[in-house]
């Protein structure tokens, strides 16, 4: 893995380690060291093939010299834990010890927009790329949100009804969230909650469009987005709830919950070693989960 991110793994000899790349490299050479007594696998509906993994610019064979058709952002920012999206897409989170260079980048205009939870967005802007030259953006996150206090009551009245559980209190809570959410659209946590409300009542539709909400307002919500998984599992998107649990472990390397919805989505996907490989972590995080010990055991008795 370490000498593929190194440039080991970048077979166009374009300087840059793609994902497929890296799993090409990683699957051959272990099967080769080990004689095939190990076969590393990795599910490519969970993943961009062509996501960027690593760039080292002393890979870059002559025939594949990017600069002249490509050029580079460069992601500059004033606060840790921020992402970033190019054309709405996620490319990747910087702190502000060290940017993020993206390579490859097609020349022309291109939205670039970035987002802390808690605070208003820097973005989305337009920015253009040059052929073979760097284009350095910098984003500043400053603006925390300020919620409307009778939103805050709203919220603060469903929180209270949706503890006490049951049907007639979890309508109360889903109309007190809904009320926050007109107030200020921007409140990313009514959102969840009135999706997880709306899923405790089994109406799947409406609370799948709710924990959408939540990410749309906050992308880097993990609390939203491993909810959201949740409730795909329910509906059957293992696709979608793999890939929505991809971007917590990648964000949040110690979030059980994570990894133990991975496990289930693996293993109701027939993926078992991917699925044991997440119910181990799992466990390994949060070993009184018997959730994650059940898919473990489920998946180990393919």
Same mark, same amino acid.
């Given at each position: ?170 309508? +109360?809570?889903?109309?007190? #969230?809904?009320? $926050?959410?007109? =107030? *200020? %659209?921007? @409140?990313?946590? !009514? ?14 539709? +409406?609370?799948?469009?709710? #924990?959408?909400? $939540?990410?749309? =307002? *906050? %992308?880097? @919500?993990?609390? !939203? ?26 964000? *949040?390397?110690?979030?059980?919950? !994570? ?32 959730? !994650? ?10």
């Amino acid at each position: 893995m370490v000498k593929g991110l190194e440039g080991e793994a970048d077979t166009n000899g374009d300087g840059i380690v793609s994902a497929d790349e890296l799993a090409e490299y990683v699957h051959t050479n272990v099967r080769d060291a080990t004689n095939a007594a190990q076969n590393p696998t990795s599910e490519r509906g969970s993943f961009d093939p062509n996501m960027v993994l690593a760039y080292n610019p002393t890979h870059v064979t002559a025939a594949n010299l990017p600069p002249s058709k490509y050029g580079t952002l460069i992601i500059e920012t004033n606060m840790d834990g921020v992402e970033v999206f190019v054309d709405g897409q996620s490319v990747g989170v910087v702190n502000k010890a060290a940017a993020l260079r993206l390579p490859g980048i097609a020349p022309g205009a291109h939205t670039v927009e970035a987002v802390h939870m808690g605070y208003e967005p820097d973005g989305a802007r337009q920015e253009e790329v040059y052929p073979g030259q760097e284009t350095t953006v910098t984003v500043r996150i400053l603006i925390a949100r300020n919620r409307n206090h009778a939103a805050v009551d709203h919220f603060n009245h469903g929180i209270e009804s949706y503890n006490k559980g049951y049907e007639e209190n979890y309508r +109360k809570a889903a109309a007190e #969230f809904e009320a $926050a959410l007109a =107030i *200020d %659209p921007k @409140y990313s946590q !009514a959102a969840l909650y009135a999706g997880r409300t709306y899923n405790a009542l089994y109406e799947d539709k +409406k609370s799948l469009e709710l #924990f959408k909400e $939540a990410i749309s =307002i *906050d %992308p880097d @919500y993990l609390e !939203a987005r491993s909810s959201y998984a949740g409730a795909l599992l329910d509906s059957g998107d293992m696709d979608e709830a793999i890939r929505q649990l991809n971007v917590v472990a990648r964000r *949040d390397a110690k979030s059980g919950m !994570a990894y133990y919805l991975l496990s289930q989505a693996f293993a109701r996907k027939g993926d078992y070693d991917d699925a044991i490989q997440a119910a181990r972590r799992a466990i390994q995080l949060t070993p009184g989960n018997a959730e !994650a010990h059940f898919w473990l055991a489920e998946s180990l008795c393919q």
